[in-house]
Structures are given as structure tokens and as C-alpha cells.
């Protein structure tokens, strides 16, 4: 019998959340699965990637972001749970002593998340999206 690991990865600076955000360009993501939870600073957004590092079969993955003081978003609209959109990148600024983190999605949309410190996470959940 296989046994299947998967990936787990932590991000605490920006070079670690740019090998992030490269294992997760051109993935595919639901709107319904982009949740923040406010009241436990957490955003997570699971997505459906090729698995880059190894075969390029299709992947969901969950990213989730830890400490994250605010969210805001741009030509997301959450009525429509159903609709896919792409994510392009992943980027980070620093202003002050605060993060800034984009999501930059298809059709110039973005999501961007205020933060005093990284701390981000990609977890592997399954293998082969049929």
C-alpha cells in the first residue's frame, strides 16, 4: 500500500511567501471558499493547483493566513459563490511596521490583507481534482 504525504509549507517572511505564492499561481478559486474569520484574525482561501514540484496533476490546497488585523477586496462579489476566478500572484508590501498582502486574481480583482507579521501556511489536502 502507497502511502500519500503532503505538503505542508510555512511562510514567515516574504522570500518563504514568495515560494508560496509560485506554487500557487494560475490556481483556480471558488468564491465561496475565500473566508475571513475576523474575529480570529485568520483568512483562508483554498484553492485547486497544479502540484508544480512533482507532476502537474491538480491539487487542493488550503493557504491560510494568521493575524491579519483587516481584509479588503475589490470586484469580489461573495453573491456568487459559485463563480471560479484565478489567482495570478501573491504579493507583499511593507508600510510602516505593517504588512500589506495581495491576492491578485483574473479580471482585476484582488483581496488585500493588513497584517503586522507573516504567518502563512499552505497545507496540501488532496490529490487529483477530477
Do not use: H
Not at 54 to 77: A, G, L, Q, T, Y
Request: include cysteine; hydrophobic fraction near 35%.
Amino acid at each position: 500500500m502507497e502511502k500519500k504525504y503532503f505538503k505542508k509549507i510555512i511562510a514567515q517572511n516574504s522570500k518563504d511567501l514568495e515560494v508560496i505564492s509560485a506554487l500557487s499561481s494560475g490556481s483556480k478559486v471558488k468564491i465561496g471558499d475565500i473566508k475571513y474569520l475576523k474575529k480570529n484574525k485568520i483568512f483562508i482561501i483554498s484553492i485547486n493547483r497544479k502540484e508544480k514540484e512533482v507532476n502537474n496533476e491538480i491539487i487542493n490546497s488550503i493557504i491560510k493566513f494568521s493575524f491579519i488585523d483587516s481584509c479588503k477586496s475589490k470586484k469580489i462579489d461573495q453573491r456568487t459563490p459559485d463563480k471560479i476566478i484565478e489567482l495570478i500572484t501573491i504579493n507583499i508590501l511593507k508600510k510602516n511596521n505593517n504588512y500589506q498582502i495581495l491576492f491578485l486574481f483574473s479580471k482585476n480583482s484582488y483581496i488585500s490583507l493588513k497584517s503586522e507579521i507573516i504567518d502563512v501556511e499552505l497545507i496540501d489536502q488532496q490529490n487529483k481534482i477530477e
